[in-house]
């Protein structure tokens, strides 16, 4: 069975591009997460998408979004990339209110 | 009262030994404390996870220990290799509601031969 499969791997942006990140959860898995790993830190909590609706969201500023397909697949967006930005995103997917997460294998951006 | 204290930030064990890492939380409605392994240019994977109504969960090498009224987890790494080395990050969630993880800020493990 595939596991949380992200895209792309790596991303390379300058400041004040745009960068949009891909995540397909595990199948039967209604549920996606998104978390940044800034380098040297811990998992910072996003966006949690559930059912195509946007649930729970961390303390990030508005430019980063994102929204779930009718598939579950989800994106995430960053709006005017600021150098900080540059981290490591982990997408991860659960069955509905479960808790447990799986998580992909992460897309690292580099904002220049 | 959302954040999770994780120490120490590295630690080396030899071989054989003992590996502890321990955790501590706020928030008292959190219900569900699971562990993830992460190995470099991976991403977390779920050791073992445990609920408030017991006190330890063991699963194979792996033992949580929890202790509701401090407040505290904690995992314990028996017989320790140098295969464990690997990042460590403990986390709780709300079951009732958000589920959203808080992560620890992590504990990086070097087991040496």
């Known amino acids: 069975e595939a596991g949380v499969t992200q895209s792309p791997t790596h991303l390379i942006k300058t400041r004040g591009q745009q960068a949009t990140l891909r995540c397909s959860p595990i199948?039967?898995?209604?549920?996606v997460y998104w978390y940044q790993q800034a380098l040297g830190l811990g998992l910072q909590f996003l966006l949690w998408y559930d059912e195509g609706e946007e649930r729970n969201r961390g303390n990030f500023p508005p430019r980063f979004s994102g929204r779930q397909f009718p598939n579950y697949s989800s994106e995430l967006n960053v709006n005017a990339l600021e150098l900080e930005d540059s981290a490591l995103y982990l997408c991860?997917?659960?069955?509905?209110?479960?808790?447990?997460?799986?998580f992909g294998e992460g897309s690292r951006l580099t904002v220049l | 009262q959302q954040q999770v204290k994780q120490s120490p930030q590295s630690l080396i064990v030899q071989k054989g030994g003992i590996s502890i890492i321990n955790c501590a939380y706020e928030?008292?409605?959190?219900?569900?404390f699971p562990w993830y392994q992460q190995f470099p240019g991976k991403g977390p994977a779920l050791l073992i996870a445990i609920r408030p109504d017991v006190s330890e969960k063991k699963e194979g090498r792996f033992t949580i220990s929890f202790n509701k009224s401090a407040k505290q987890f904690s995992l314990h790494i028996m017989d320790s290799q140098p295969g464990d080395s690997a990042t460590y990050f403990c986390a709780a969630s709300r079951m009732d509601s958000s589920y959203k993880l808080i992560f620890g800020s992590g504990t990086r493990l070097l087991v040496r031969p």
């Open positions: 928030n008292t409605a959190f219900d569900y």
């Open positions: 991860a997917s659960s069955f509905p209110r479960t808790g447990e997460l799986f």
């Open positions: 199948s039967g898995h209604t549920s």
